[in-house]
Nanobody, 116 residues
Framework: QVQLVESGGGLVQPGGSLRLSCAVSGAIFSAYDMAWYRQAPGKERELVAY?????????NYAVPVKGRFTISRDNAKSTLSLQMNSLNAEDTAVYFCNRRWGAWNWGQGTQVTVSS
């Protein structure tokens, strides 16, 4: 069974940075396009960024985070990362990792709170 464990969230001031990590076990991580999602209070889960499994691992970002967030992967460690810079209050949410297409069972996510 695939297990997703997100970490790295926390409380940060506006303009600050955080780096999220997602450890994936029970799957051939390198074979899958992977993504970060987030869910803010009272809102539906939304796609934040995704990275392809292919050569050079092309990436794609949602408009609100483009230029501020960077998604990356380490296939040797089966780990997905999200570097988040210039954070603002609208980035406050629980962040999840999962496949870009289809989904394994969701992990518990990691809470990111941007507040002064």
């Amino acid at each position: 069974q695939v297990q997703l464990v997100e970490s790295g969230g926390g409380l940060v001031q506006p303009g600050g940075s955080l780096r999220l990590s997602c450890a994936v076990s029970g799957a051939i991580f390198s074979a899958y396009d992977m993504a970060w999602y987030r869910q803010a209070p009272g809102k539906e889960r939304e796609l934040v960024a995704y990275i392809s499994a292919g050569r050079n691992s092309p990436t794609n970002y949602a408009v609100p985070v483009k230029g501020r967030f960077t998604i990356s992967r380490d296939n040797a460690k089966s780990t997905l990362s999200l570097q988040m810079n210039s954070l603002n209050a609208e980035d406050t949410a629980v962040y999840f990792c999962n496949r870009r297409w289809g989904a394994w069972n969701w992990g518990q996510g990691t809470q990111v709170t941007v507040s002064s």
